[in-house]
């Protein structure tokens, strides 16, 4: 069996687990694969993230950004999240509890040749001179922030409008994602169990409440002026030419994390 090791760069609590990690999976027989930062802190051979596609297991040590990044590089291979950081929506697992929850991942794919996972989905994002990476938590069209600046949107849902009007942008999350950016610009929480998709409009003139939608809608988002760029969970960005239409929905591939299943009304107690 081939394991992959990404811990929060910088980070030496983070570095340090990983250490920890690292010696158990080898000691259980596992080949371990450690990312090219961490392990140069830990004068170990590195790996780039996105060739851990080919490992059985990813875990993925720190926050919910260092397991967005892990999970854009490495696809539908299962990540177990280990929570460094003060929330943790993605990453259910305590650094405590690490090795034993690690531990009971072992155990299961030497039973059943894979770890135990539960999938999440993740967004596709499609336009002319459009290239992103699949987003977990949420795919942004925006413009300028600020008193006079934004631009013209029309949303439509599975080809019914929502909304006409001057906006600084608008955001399309999935029910993971309803957590992060979108609770900040007014969103709804989701539960991860509700198969659903959140619009939310980002300071309208003429606002609509946040929309949640099944999962199978199609969400087209066209853009009359401005400057303006389309954002996917935050990282990654293309600039949009106005006029333009992106549409948005579920891609066929989805994230598979594993460990224990996420205490959701806990983490809820966290947000601030």
Known sequence: MRAGIVARRGNDRAAALAAEVREHLRESGAQVWVDEATADTLAVDGYPVARMSDCTLVVSIGGDGTFLFTAREVGTTPIMGV???EVGFLNATSPDDALAELTRELDHIEREGEPRTRT???LRVSGEDISLPR?????VVMGDRGPGRGAEFTVEI???????SHADGVLVATQTGSTAYNLSEGGPLVHPDVPALVVTDMAATDPMPPLVVGRDSEIAITVGDGDTAVVADGRNRVALAAPATVTIG???E????AGPPLEFFSALDKLD
Do not use: C, H, M, W
């Open 120 to 122: 999440v989905p993740r």
């Open 250 to 252: 579920v891609a066929d």
């Open 158 to 164: 599975d080809g019914s409008e929502y909304l006409d």
């Open 83 to 85: 929570n460094l950081g």
């Open 135 to 139: 987003a977990l938590n949420e795919i």
């Open 254 to 257: 989805p994230t598979r994390i």
